[in-house]
């Protein structure tokens, strides 16, 4: 892979492009394919530097076919697909289908770090720091929450092109999983404070209005929302109108 | 179109593209996208408050492989919206009505959403033979048409839902006023609540570990801290 030898084409400039383009990755997310067109748009600056004009078409329409992975976390796949691919065309010997093997490998790897850390952790981690913000009255609660999530998310994506581009397969191994692992970990310990503190705000605003009541109401509905979280048998949003739906029933019913 | 009709149709296009098609940055979330139309409609409160409580029941869907997920990027626009508009016509001491029916609404459009995302998803699959028949003919610029064209449509779908379902959604909430304004009122002051603490419930799994015992420090934290709360109030 590290074949002084190897004449690289791909500039900066070239991954730079296919970070910006990264963020159209999804917009024609499909059953079918899924993000597949996406990453096909994402590396056309690498096609145009290592196909030129005439031969780019015919390039990207060796990646058009189903990928599917985390959407910020493909930031890696787009650096390996182009590693890969200008190493092929540095001449280095690869297999026909070393690129489509690859690509193959990275989308659920990547997706087994990416989705925990980002979906399971991060956005309900800055979420409820933005929330407990926003109950208190200040509107600094969603740019809490917005500065949070998309600090990370931009160094990912900007750097994922970049480490996966300079390390190629080698950038999923087990290193990057220990480690986010870790990461996990910590920012689910800080998310047990946190949502308790929540729940904590949520009561004491209702005591600090003299509703002991409402206080009672908040700690009853934790302990529906809790219980709900383990069946899942409803949609979230369902709950919610059936609670309010349970309200109104009482409140006509209870005059 | 009065000016905040016009920004919520606007924000639903926007908040719509970015939940899937374009940079997801989260805008889309029903606390960012609940307070900017909250600043649309002049009443940030309404957008922090019913923002937040339907940020928290959003954070139940994971938008894992090809799941479609609920429309809570529509569902944040829709319910400030819906909170707002009536925020300007019942009295201040009765806040909690238009957010307990703009909460309504906004959970409303989130289930009410997700064929429609479903749909836009069936129509990308479309574009998505077109551009690759284009491509293999040697046109490669059709995919980047094909994917500001996928965007585009993201956002025109989302506009016209957030619309669509902001003019059920009022016209309903002021049908409910009307008809037992009072029971709507009495429900307001103990649903509220309880949405919040389910909300939290919500919120707080998705946050702790699997493993018990990340519940029962929860559990210990919460008690430790409304022990804390008791001690100060006296």
Known sequence: MSDPAVVRQVRTGDLWRVVARSLLLQALFNRERMQGQGLAYALRPVARRLAGREGEAGWLARHLGCFNTHPVFAAYALGVVARLEDDRAGGVDLPEDAVARAKSALGPALAAVGDPLFWSTLRPLAAVIGVLWAVQGSAYGPLVFWFLYNVPHAMVRTRGVFAGYGMGLAVAGERMRIGLDRLRGALRLIGVLVAAALVDTLAGSQVAGGRWGGALWVLGGLAVGLAWSERRRVPAGALGIAVIGVALAWATLAR | ?234
């Open chain 2, 1 to 234: 179109m009065s000016p905040p009709l016009l920004l919520t149709g606007l924000l639903g296009g926007w908040l719509a593209a970015d939940a899937t098609a374009l940079a997801q940055v989260l805008v889309s979330q029903p606390l960012v996208g609940g307070a900017l139309t909250g600043l649309a409609w002049g009443d940030l409160p309404a957008g922090l408050r019913v923002g937040a409580l339907l940020q928290l029941f959003a954070l139940a869907g994971l938008p894992l492989g090809g799941r479609t997920p609920h429309d809570y990027a529509s569902a944040g626009v829709v319910g400030v919206a819906v909170a707002a508009a009536l925020g300007r016509s019942v009295p201040a001491p009765l806040y909690a009505t238009p957010a307990l029916l703009g909460v309504a609404a906004g959970l409303a459009a989130a289930l009410a959403g997700q064929p429609v995302i479903r749909w836009v998803r069936v129509r990308n699959e479309g574009l998505t033979r077109w551009a690759e028949a284009q491509v293999l003919a040697g046109r490669a610029g059709a995919l980047d048409a094909a994917q500001w064209l996928g965007v585009g449509h993201a956002a025109l779908v989302g506009a016209g839902f957030t619309l669509a379902a902001l003019a059920l959604g009022a016209t309903a909430a002021r049908w409910l006023l009307a008809y037992d304004g009072l029971a709507v009122q009495r429900a307001a002051v103990v649903a509220m609540p309880v949405l919040w603490g389910v909300g939290a419930g919500v919120a707080a799994r998705q946050l702790l570990p699997a493993a018990r015992g990340a519940l029962v420090l929860f559990v210990a934290v919460l008690v430790f801290l409304l022990a804390l709360r008791l001690a100060a109030s006296g």
